[in-house]
């Protein structure tokens, strides 16, 4: 099987089976052979049993890995992980969750997926079927924090403070760690929703440019190459973003850019 989940095969091209069990497959694959083919017998003889699993993190009730089930859709996971977080404001239990501000990864790509007309409108044609290997996050509407990532020699989380700016973030994760300056990409409003600015430190430390203002939630990821698209961006800062909302993240895990 495909890392999309499809089998390819003779006379009736391809078969999506990902979530299925061995009966279901074989079911599936007969039906379409049946087109063809008199009372057709089909068997699947695997090279290795492995179980797929799907990763679901953040502001959900027990976060952690998944087997993949027959089927298994994103709100399936979200049930398995017992349903969204929920927390204590002025003596109410309200959902803690951000939806808006949730995604799902898929080889290394961030999916179409909006979690808010999902969960909180119905809207079926986000509940999408996960593969192994998908990675959900579901951001906290209450904690306030901003991540850097890539060329510094702390990559983390840290608590937003009022009037934060790029040169003090830097500054909180260790300083540049290979050159004197740097290239800076702050990602704002979510990998769903972004809008993304570029700042240059060298200016910034030149006075040609006035410290870029950080926001809560941004995403700032300090590197010596430019990006000519979002994607090429996000392709950098997913690996190590989702090491830190897994709450694995260890140096070696962080793009060195020292060894490009």
Same mark, same amino acid.
């Given at each position: 099987m495909k890392n999309d989940g499809y089998i390819s095969l003779q006379m009736i091209g391809e078969v999506y089976v990902a979530g299925m069990t061995l009966p279901e497959a074989v079911s599936e694959i007969e039906k379409y052979y049946a087109k063809y083919l008199r009372d057709?017998? +089909?068997?699947?003889?695997? &090279?290795?049993?492995?179980?797929? #699993?799907? *990763?679901?993190?953040?502001?959900?009730?027990?976060?952690?890995?998944y087997e993949i089930t027959s089927n298994m859709r994103v709100l399936d996971v979200i049930a398995e992980a017992n349903g969204l977080s929920t927390g204590y404001v002025n003596g109410d239990t309200i959902e803690i969750s951000d939806l808006t501000g949730a995604y799902l990864v898929r080889d290394n790509r961030i999916l179409p997926v909006d979690f808010y007309e999902l969960v909180r409108k119905g809207n079926m044609i986000h509940n999408i079927p996960v593969l192994d290997g998908d990675f959900i996050? @579901?951001?906290s509407l209450i #904690?306030?924090?901003?991540?850097?990532l890539g060329n +510094?020699?702390?990559?983390?989380?840290?608590?937003?403070?009022?009037?934060? *700016?790029?040169?003090?973030?830097?500054?909180?994760?260790?300083?540049i760690d290979t050159g004197s300056y740097a290239n800076v990409y702050i990602i704002r409003g979510g990998l769903n929703h972004p &809008? +993304?600015?570029?700042?240059? *430190?060298?200016?910034?430390?030149k006075g040609n440019v006035q410290d870029f203002p950080i926001k809560q939630n941004d995403i700032v990821y +300090?590197?010596?190459d430019f990006f000519s698209?979002?994607?090429?961006l996000v392709g950098k800062v997913l690996p190590g973003l989702q090491a830190?909302?897994?709450?694995?993240? @260890?140096?070696?895990?962080?793009?060195?850019?020292? #060894?490009?």
């Open positions: 057709p017998k +089909v068997s699947i003889i695997p &090279r290795e049993l492995k179980s797929a #699993n799907v *990763t679901i993190m953040g502001k959900v009730k027990q976060p952690g890995n996050y @579901i951001p #904690n306030q924090e901003v991540y850097i +510094v020699k702390s990559p983390s989380k840290y608590p937003y403070k009022e009037n934060m *700016t790029v040169m003090q973030m830097i500054a909180h994760a260790g300083g &809008r +993304v600015f570029e700042v240059s *430190t060298k200016a910034i430390l +300090v590197s010596r698209s979002f994607n090429e830190i909302q897994s709450g694995w993240m @260890i140096k070696g895990f962080i793009e060195d850019e020292i #060894n490009k």
